[in-house]
């Protein structure tokens, strides 16, 4: 498949817009929270929820009619999406205003609670977009969701522990160590879902898309000589190296560097920013090759121009 | 089952390649109901477009014992089309009434999801109108009463010069596309995603000559 930006840049911004949130969350029903870092925290997840929205509507040809992608939640996941994100939003900006009106601690932890269901369905949500097509051999697994919600919440840690060392300086050390755990299950979490999609044998060969039975059959000629919406749409169009690097690149940022950072760094502001950043280039490397290494039975039938 | 579903069979053994059916489907669909089908740079360097039909080329076997199959691929019509229940408007839709899989333009969002999940590529995004389009089996001609009886079909089918291309309900058992899907060994494309093709084949067969 063609990573398309808009759709990479919403994922990994949401999802640590929801990783973060659901650490503050934790934290706030396990300990008293200072106001100023749940302020912060609400106000940067509330970001980077925004400015992933604002990149999903990039991906519509319509984007004037987004507002009809609510309908079908019956049956499309990515209509749920659609309801779920901005119920989300909307329950992440009440409960950080009822930390800035300093509500009642049960009031504020229930819109909190609410807030964190709607959290983990979005994360279900924008798993099963993917899981849910089967044919997309190497989506179709459990581990899309778990790794949509490992790697989310593991950006979130880390952004929460940079946070941290804004708003609340005795909490890095902790939130760091939290951090460095769940990147490090995010990371072997993904790196069975490469081995599981190393071992895939597709299920659709040139004999059953065309249905002749024979070992050899070879594409002579797709039936045009220009590209089109097919040879486009799901084709990454990149040199293997590129592909190669982006998964190096992306197993090295996504855990073990911010994870030395993380561990071993000294827990100052530049060093979390640091980590934070690229963990989060890891992350878009990650989105990329998600996209990338996923092979749509329809390019059977593009694999010769002449 | 009882219900109408229209569909095409394609008899693999006569279609000769001559892309007659592409044209034939792209000068009626880039008017009517579905058109414009956009065109980028046409006449320029990298030229790209929408279609709803395309001829392919397979070569089968090694040489010397080789087979040229010529290949039009559309719509299937699936009777269990993935690419409807994804779409997030509703603007995707099979047809009660004769089992067509539609799009309707005016509340698709261009997302491109429904692509996604079609396992055989048969929707392309129009390059300027922004939305999905797709084989319609010509809805706008083959229930048209203002046409001859005769002219009541698919563009392509009334282009193919080898009769390659059959149109009907294979729903009803004494249709032409029944009784050629039964006699000839009509089969279906990729079976094992299940999604139940309305459209089928007809294999090549052996010609054999009697001395």
């Given at each position: 498949m063609r990573p398309a930006w808009s759709v990479i840049l919403l994922t990994t911004l949401a999802g640590a817009g929801q990783g973060l949130f659901l650490v503050v969350f934790l934290l706030d029903v396990s300990t008293a929270l200072p106001p100023g870092f749940a302020l912060v925290a609400c106000g940067v997840s509330l970001l980077l929820l925004v400015c992933g929205l604002a990149a999903s509507f990039f991906h519509l040809g319509r984007p004037e009619r987004a507002w009809r992608a609510a309908s079908q939640w019956r049956t499309s996941w990515l209509s749920r999406e659609v309801i779920v994100l901005p119920a989300f939003m909307g329950m992440v900006f009440l409960y950080g205003l009822l930390h800035f009106a300093q509500s009642e601690r049960q009031t504020t932890l229930i819109a909190g609670a609410a807030a964190a269901a709607l959290c983990l369905a979005l994360f279900v949500c924008t798993g099963m977009i993917y899981a849910c097509l089967k044919f997309l051999q190497e989506w179709n697994s459990p581990l899309t969701l778990v790794n949509f919600l490992l790697l989310g919440l593991a950006s979130g840690f880390t952004l929460s522990a940079l946070l941290a060392a804004l708003a609340w300086p005795q909490a890095v050390g902790a939130l760091a160590l939290g951090a460095f755990f769940i990147g490090a299950v995010a990371w072997l979490s993904r790196c069975a879902s490469l081995v599981r999609n190393a071992l895939l044998r597709p299920k659709s060969t040139a004999a059953t898309a065309i249905g002749i039975r024979h070992?050899?059959?070879?594409?002579?000629?797709?039936?045009?000589?220009?590209?089109?919406?097919?040879?486009?749409?799901?084709?990454?169009?990149?040199?293997?190296?590129?592909?190669?690097?982006?998964?190096?690149?992306?197993?090295?940022?996504?855990?073990?560097?911010?994870?030395?950072?993380?561990?071993?760094?000294?827990?100052?502001?530049?060093?979390?920013?640091?980590?934070?950043?690229?963990?989060?280039?890891?992350?878009?490397?990650?989105r990329w090759y998600f996209f990338a290494e996923a092979r749509h039975p329809q390019n059977i039938y593009y694999q010769s121009m002449a | 089952m009882t219900t109408k579903q229209l569909a095409l069979v394609i008899d693999l053994n006569v279609c000769v390649g001559c892309h007659a059916c592409v044209t034939s489907c792209k000068e009626w669909n880039d008017g009517g109901s579905a058109g414009p089908l956009s065109d980028v740079n046409p006449y320029g360097k990298d030229p790209a477009g929408t279609f709803f039909n395309r001829v392919q080329t397979f070569e089968v076997g090694e040489f010397p014992a080789t087979e040229t199959v010529h290949f039009p691929k559309s719509c299937l019509h699936c009777e269990e089309p993935p690419c409807v229940p994804v779409c997030p408007t509703g603007a995707s839709y099979k047809r009660a009434e004769d089992g067509i899989v539609l799009v309707d333009y005016d509340k698709c969002i261009g997302c491109g999801y429904c692509a996604w999940a079609c396992p055989y590529g048969a929707r392309e995004l129009d390059p300027r109108e922004k939305v999905m389009k797709k084989c319609t089996l010509c809805v706008d001609r083959i229930y048209d009463e203002l046409l001859p009886p005769q002219d009541r079909q698919p563009a392509c089918v009334m282009a193919c010069p080898t009769n390659a291309r059959l149109f009907g309900d294979v729903h009803d058992p004494e249709s032409v596309v029944s009784k050629a899907i039964r006699e000839r060994g009509g089969y279906a494309l990729m079976p094992e995603w299940e999604t139940r093709p309305a459209n089928q084949y007809l294999p090549r067969r052996k010609n054999e000559f009697k001395e």
């Open positions: 070992p050899r059959i070879v594409q002579k000629a797709q039936g045009f000589m220009g590209g089109s919406f097919n040879t486009r749409e799901f084709f990454h169009g990149r040199p293997d190296i590129v592909v190669r690097a982006t998964r190096w690149s992306f197993l090295l940022l996504v855990f073990p560097v911010p994870g030395w950072l993380l561990g071993w760094g000294g827990g100052s502001l530049a060093v979390l920013a640091a980590a934070f950043a690229l963990q989060f280039a890891g992350l878009l490397a990650e | -």
